[in-house]
C-alpha cells in the first residue's frame, strides 16, 4: 500500500469520525430545541394555573394560554398531554360557571357547584396538582 492510499484511508476515517460528532451535536440541538418549545408550553400553563391559584378562580380572559399551548401540544407531545390540557380548559370553563353560580351571578344549584369549584381547585392549584405529573416524562432531558 502506497502513500497516498494510506493517507486516503485515514482522511477517510477522520470524516467519518468527524461526521458522527456532527451528528450527535445536532441530535443535543434538536432536543434542546424540543425542550424548549414543550417547556413554552409548560410555562404557560403554569400561568394561566397561577392566576386561578392567585384569584381562587380560574380567569377567562387568560384561557388563551391554555388553548394556545393546547394548539402547540399536538405537534409536541404525544396524545396524553394534549388530553391534559384539553381537560383543564373544560374544567376552567366549568369551574368558572360554578364559581358565578356561586357568587350568585347565575342560577344553578349552589352546593354542587361549591363542591364542583372545590374539587377542580385542588386538582390544578392543590399541593398535588397534576401539572408536572402531566409534564414531568416530556420534560425530562
Known amino acids: 500500500m502506497d ?15 468527524l461526521s458522527g460528532f456532527a451528528l450527535l451535536e445536532s441530535r443535543k440541538s434538536n432536543r434542546a430545541a424540543l425542550f424548549d418549545q414543550r417547556f413554552a408550553v409548560y410555562r404557560d400553563v403554569e400561568k394561566f394555573l397561577g ?17 394556545d399551548a393546547w394548539n402547540r401540544s399536538h405537534f409536541l407531545f404525544d396524545g396524553f398531554v394534549t388530553a391534559y390540557l384539553r381537560q383543564l380548559w373544560l374544567d376552567a370553563v366549568q369551574a368558572e360557571s360554578d364559581a358565578r353560580t356561586v357568587n350568585g351571578e ?3 344549584d349552589r352546593n354542587v357547584a361549591i363542591e364542583r369549584e372545590q374539587q377542580l381547585f385542588l386538582k390544578y392549584c392543590g399541593e398535588d396538582n397534576s401539572l408536572r405529573t402531566a409534564f414531568m416524562r416530556d420534560l425530562k432531558i
Do not use: H, K, M, Y
Not at 58 to 66: A, I, K, M, Q, S
Open 106 to 108: 347565575q342560577p344553578g
Open 51 to 67: 392566576f386561578w391559584a392567585r384569584d381562587g378562580r380560574p380567569n377567562l380572559g387568560e384561557l388563551r394560554l391554555v388553548i
Open 3 to 17: 502513500v497516498a492510499s494510506t493517507l486516503t484511508i485515514l482522511l477517510s476515517i477522520f470524516a467519518i469520525v
